[in-house]
């Protein structure tokens, strides 16, 4: 009797030495996936809104996978417009690993979207290797079959947005006049993205639901509305006071920076606004120790809210084409003037911090509360200090108001832009059930 109790012991024990661990990835390994994302969009100096469309259909991948192996997990594939569930043959479905899955999607759909893509091999490589490790070599081998064939379902969705559309669209020509916007210095840079507005919405109608009102109209009297605006540009935009300069700094994210050396140029690297707020969204789960399968749905769902902001943006900033402070100050009030920042090359109206950092901001409070603190260490890499926020709401109110102090956009842009940022964060959150999002906190 003895003999058979230790056989059956013995047995036991050599099925748990097989037995697959129920999550063999976890947020950390997420974030950190998507922070090589970010590290190669940096790099490659990808602009703001190029970027917020990588993220959306980077994250989509990483949160649909969960979907084919839980039923009761939220899938963005029955409300964002024209996307059709994923396609897994169940006999790899019964095999491979969604953890693991969810991560390789991270890392192979960057691969085949980012312009430098191939940078993505070696991480790759790197957590394949780390699988191999804790999971039989079919589990790993299967899951790596059905990313590569979940990430050919994300491209073809991505393919007929509208995107590769734009490099044969006509060269876009500065409207001639002084209320219309104009390259500025130091690079004079052509206008970037003015038909980004076509690019196909994830759950917006259209890129024009949420158009704001009319901005005050440009004009060389001092008693006029614009004329009041411009001076309090003027006189904000370059601020002695030291929260302002770090508020403004901090939340700069401007792609496209140059620093000047006597006759040489040099371009300062720096994440875009979308990118800061992945990375607070990325502090969020962590700090609230989400579940990797919640963790990436909620990044997938903010990515998506920015991602149709920036269009629902920049199909304004293309229709009023509202000329920016600085060319205005220049013009009318201070030749020599220059702003604490550097201007972007796009038109002024409405403010785009404004506007993607509020809508964030509201899909984020709805599944975090309203009272969620954390300390933003986005920027650190960059040299900037961390800063602590007692909301979401706080920091995008100070985002917006950065703009101000940086001397790029008008108050009625950034008001008016929190506006637009709000209808849109709202919108997002009224086309999901409301389980989906509830169910997350």
């Not at 594939?77 to 491979?96: C, E, H, P, Q």
């Not at 079919?138 to 059905?146: G, N």
């Not at 009319?214 to 309090?232: G, R, V």
């Not at 917006?400 to 709000?422: F, M, P, Q, T």
Request: glycine share 6%; with cysteine; charged share 20%.
């Amino acid at each position: 009797m003895r003999k058979c109790i230790i056989f059956l012991c013995l047995i036991i024990l050599g099925a748990n030495v097989h037995a697959q661990p129920k999550r063999t990835f976890g947020t950390s390994d997420y974030v950190h996936a998507l922070k090589r994302s970010t590290d190669i969009m940096v790099n490659d100096v990808t602009s703001p809104v190029a970027a917020s469309r990588y993220y959306a259909y980077i994250t989509l991948s990483a949160t649909e996978v969960f979907t084919l192996f839980n039923s009761g997990h939220p899938a963005l594939s029955t409300s964002i417009k024209g996307f059709k569930k994923l396609v897994i043959a169940d006999s790899i479905l019964r095999i491979a690993d969604p953890t693991l899955a969810s991560i390789l999607c991270v890392y192979k759909t960057s691969a085949r979207l980012l312009p430098s893509g191939h940078l993505m091999k070696q991480p790759i490589d790197s957590i394949i290797k780390l699988a191999s490790k804790n999971l039989r070599p079919e589990v790993v081998s299967k899951t790596s079959q059905m990313v590569d064939s979940i990430v050919v379902q994300i491209i073809q969705y991505a393919n007929a947005d509208g995107f590769r559309k734009l490099s044969g669209m006509r060269r876009y020509t500065p409207t001639t006049g002084d209320g219309y916007w104009q390259p500025t210095a130091p690079a004079f840079m052509p206008a970037l993205e003015p038909y980004w507005g076509t690019v196909r919405p994830f759950l917006l109608d259209s890129a024009s639901q949420f158009k704001p009102k009319q901005p005050a109209a440009y004009s060389t009297d001092s008693s006029t509305e614009y004329f009041k605006l411009l001076k309090e540009v003027q006189a904000q935009g370059r601020p002695t006071n030291k929260e302002k300069q770090d508020i403004a700094m901090f939340w700069d994210c401007n792609p496209f920076a140059l620093q000047q050396m006597g006759h040489l140029e040099f371009g300062l690297k720096k994440i875009s606004p979308g990118g800061h707020w992945m990375g607070i969204t990325g502090i969020a789960c962590l700090k609230s120790k989400k579940s990797l399968a919640e963790a990436s749905y909620i990044h997938a769902l903010t990515a998506i809210t920015l991602a149709d902001a920036f269009i629902s943006c920049w199909d304004e900033k293309y229709r009023s084409n509202r000329v920016r402070p600085e060319t205005g100050i220049k013009r009318l009030i201070d030749p020599m003037w220059q702003p604490l920042l550097q201007t972007p090359p796009f038109p002024e109206y409405p403010s785009g911090h404004s506007v993607i950092s509020t809508a964030a901001a509201t899909v984020l409070t709805k599944i975090f509360g309203n009272n969620f603190s954390y300390v933003d260490d986005t920027e650190e890499e960059f040299g900037l200090a961390p800063r602590k926020f007692k909301s979401f709401k706080q920091a995008a109110d100070e985002a917006a108001i950065s703009r101000l102090y940086g001397g790029i956009h008008y108050r009625d842009a950034i008001e008016n832009g929190v506006k637009e940022g709000s209808a849109v964060g709202e919108w997002v959150l009224s086309k999901l059930p409301a389980k989906d999002v509830a169910g997350r906190k």
